[in-house]
């Protein structure tokens, strides 16, 4: 069972910062060195300076970003910039943006939830982490004790018990309200013990599922197991026993999943004249004259024919896109590691990795160097036209089922195979682990 509580939030002043527009930032792994220097500049108290530190050439153990973060926390919490709450409570947030022209707006609920191993598949992770993340947000967290940013994660509600409730809770007066780089912001309190023992209830039968967060959940657990071998007789109240979500309903209508498509650069001409015909082997490959008018209609429309495994290859043939439609599934799950779900196997993104990439290509998707990402398909066009990248694969997005399906079957998808469209922003809220 999912232990969902009710806590006391840390957050901004407003009295003193002002508009809080000006002070909350993307979380650290979207932060771009143009980004960072514009948010160093739009604040004195923009949280980039807790979530994402300046590093500098003369930094030593003991003076370093973690380190100053860590001084500008507690002199913002002296000065009164910051302030935690009096009354714990669920804070109910409604993200407000737009995607490819549509407005939507995404209901989540910030809690803190006890931590569980992995294997009591009580929260369910999808994708694989990377050691590097994973290493600096451990160092924050030790200087810190603090969330600085909620993990986002998915709980079903097909019933509409939390829907309701938060339905009313969302008539009152917000405690925030902001609009920030195109995306609104506003979050209530919710303190009333009834309210509060009804929302964690009906949440706690569910299993959560995490949809972007897997370096911080696991940076979690490392801190507790730490705790625990410092002080064995950890009470089980102790804040560092729980972390900070953003909980979400899968049928939520402003879920928005974009596929991260594949930019590929630094291939031997060798690797690129022989593709063609290894392609041949494995996918049906038709052409579509890229310029032409209502090709990407063309495009969505195979992309989300059921039942097949299809992708999209750009920057092979001059002005065309190459349309592969998979043969024989059961011999592209062979050239996958045998111990993966036949849901995995069955991913558009499986394919791409394992059979393309690595058998084709000779490539492994963790070469950083030679592989990049992109949400935006025109981008990913834009960017092999100009010489960028040699090669892009357009995939479909992931929904959420299938995410479900995944980690139900306690797999975990390829690296970077979801992105979950806007990131919750950081600064909002933070829960202290002392």
Known sequence: MAEICPFRGVRYNQSLVGDLAGVICPPYDVISPQMEQYLNAASPYNFIRIEQGRQTPQDTPADNKYTRAATTLNKWLDD??????????IYLHDHSFTCQGKSYTRRGIVVRVRLEEW????????????????????????????????????YEDSRRKVASRLDQQAESEPIMSLSSGGEGHRVWAITDPEAVAAIAGSLAPKPLYIADGHHRYETALVYRREQLMLSPELADDEPSNYVMMTLVDFHDSGLIILPPHRLLRGLPSASLDGLMAKLDLFFEVDALPLGE???????DELLAESGKIRLVLLGLKPGQLLVLTLRDMAAA????????????KKLDVSVLDHVILEELLAMSSDEVSGIDYSYDRQDAVKRVAAGEYQLAFILKPVSAAVIKDIADAG????????????????????????
């Open 119 to 154: 294997d009591s598949m009580v929260i369910r992770p999808h994708e694989g982490t990377l050691t590097g993340p994973k290493s600096d947000r451990m160092s924050l967290l030790w200087e810190l004790k603090v969330n600085t940013s909620p993990i986002f994660s998915l």
């Open 80 to 89: 009164g910039v910051m302030f935690k709450d009096k009354t714990p409570a």
């Open 333 to 344: 799950g062979q050239m996958m590691p045998y111990f993966h779900s036949e849901a995995y």
């Open 411 to 434: 797999d975990r998808m390829p690296r970077k195979s979801t992105y979950f469209y806007p990131k919750l922003p950081s600064g909002l809220l933070m829960y202290r682990l002392k």
């Open 293 to 299: 008018d209502g090709v990407w209609p063309k495009v």
